[in-house]
């Protein structure tokens, strides 16, 4: 029999770690279910996925300063051109697939700045070219939300209505792209794909460890552009007296990034705490990003992996939230109570919630074990679904597994 040749498309390789996080979940997926399949990648950083992961990896753009502001005639010009050429690169890749399976990722939301011309093209180039050339597109596990710009809106709604399969990351997002008036009827919630990936040994015993700090170059959403360097002052400023009142009570404190974006935010708070007991982490990829909060006494953290990875790990959590994403993630983990806006850190009121969270270590801690065992086994049930979906004739005996109700 032919091998069946499965893409993973989206902004992988690109440097943030949630994203190449859910890669690696799918990844893993099709080498344990699939293992004759034939994968490669069209993708943001190719030579990252090509030497991390060990799959051939295609660019995503042709024009290679797509995601730069372009101010001179040249550069237009040339992301004008990429716009077309993109079309003819994307559908040629498709055409060589039986499936293409977009891994996670907030790919159907604007929660963060972004132009309709950038990636949701992107996106809706792949379904269109899947549904022309009938080649299965899944968008797993991926994240939505409301999008108040009518390009970017149309765009999403079409990729989504587009692709062959749909499961989310949570019901908002789910209930967002029926708002969009998407078919969702035959849709499912499932938990984030990060979920699925191994889980590092937790600290038993030993000395008190460190508050891992999550930060993030944090400067509002897509609808916030006119305020985006209020809004960042005013998240830098907060975090930063956090991270000092920490220090001033003797907490060692550890800073965590996701995205490489955000070292401009660890160098500015170490210089403004300017103390041996706060240090910065290098993680590269998810997996050092559970390492760290497993050795920590509790995590605060802004960025959605940054959650993700403290929560699956079992470490009492607290989210800087800058999105409803955070917020559904925190409650349905157990932790709802423990959410502060990142728009407007207050450091007063975030280290009473942080003592709050701290007194209730131990049952905090018992929960999260609770929750991420259901998780475990609805991520199962998700991987078993996609198999149903996409490889009809690949014969695998899977045991049953709880799903969640729609």
């Known amino acids: 029999m032919t091998p069946v040749r499965v893409g993973v498309f989206g902004l992988l390789g690109s440097g943030n770690l949630g994203n190449d996080g859910s890669l690696e979940a799918v990844l893993g997926y099709l080498r344990a279910e699939h293992p004759e399949a034939v994968v490669d990648a069209l993708c943001g950083g190719p030579e990252v996925v090509a030497a991390r992961y060990d799959i051939p990896a295609t660019r995503l753009h042709w024009y290679r300063g797509e995601y730069r502001t372009a101010s001179r005639a040249g550069a237009i010009a040339g992301k004008g051109l990429g716009k077309l050429v993109d079309a003819v690169r994307t559908a040629a890749w498709v055409r060589r697939h039986d499936v293409v399976i977009v891994p996670g990722m907030g790919v159907l939301e604007a929660t963060l700045p972004l132009r309709p011309w950038g990636f949701p093209y992107a996106l809706f180039l792949l379904c269109a070219s899947g549904r022309l050339l009938r080649t299965r597109v899944a968008l797993v596990g991926v994240g939505a939300a409301p999008i108040g710009d009518r390009p970017t809106r149309a ?143 509790a995590v605060v953290a802004t960025r959605y992996h940054n959650l993700v990875c403290a929560l699956k790990v079992g470490t009492p959590t607290l989210a800087l939230s800058y999105a409803a994403k955070s917020d559904a993630l ?65 014969d695998h005996t899977h045991t049953p597994t709880m799903r969640e109700a729609p």
Not at 208 to 218: E, L, S, T
Not at 334 to 349: M, Q, S
Request: aromatic share 6%.
């Open 155 to 297: 765009l999403v709604r079409w990729s989504a209505r587009l692709a062959t399969y749909r499961s989310y990351r949570d019901t908002l997002s789910r209930d967002a792209m029926r708002a969009m008036g998407v078919d969702t009827a035959r849709d499912e919630v499932y938990p984030d794909l990060a979920f699925a990936l191994p889980t590092p040994s937790a600290r038993t015993s030993g000395p008190p460890g460190p508050v891992c700090v999550g930060v993030m170059d944090f400067h509002g959403g897509n609808d916030d552009r006119a305020r985006a360097e209020e809004i960042h002052r005013r998240y830098l400023d907060g975090t930063t007296r956090f991270v000092r009142a920490l220090v001033e009570d003797g907490r060692p404190v550890r800073l965590l990034t996701g995205d490489a974006c955000d070292a401009p935010v660890v160098a500015a708070i170490l210089d403004a705490v300017d103390s041996p007991l706060v240090t910065a982490a290098e993680a590269a990829s998810l997996a050092d990003l559970m390492k760290e909060a497993a050795a920590a006494d």
């Open 330 to 394: 925190m409650d349905r983990m157990g932790l709802g109570a423990y959410c502060h806006p990142a728009r407007e850190v207050d450091a007063d009121r975030l280290l009473e919630q942080f003592r709050a969270l701290e007194k209730r270590s131990a049952e905090l801690r018992q929960t999260l074990t609770e929750r991420n065992l259901a998780a475990a086994r609805q991520l199962r049930h998700q991987f078993t679904a996609l198999t149903e979906a996409l490889f009809p004739a690949t």
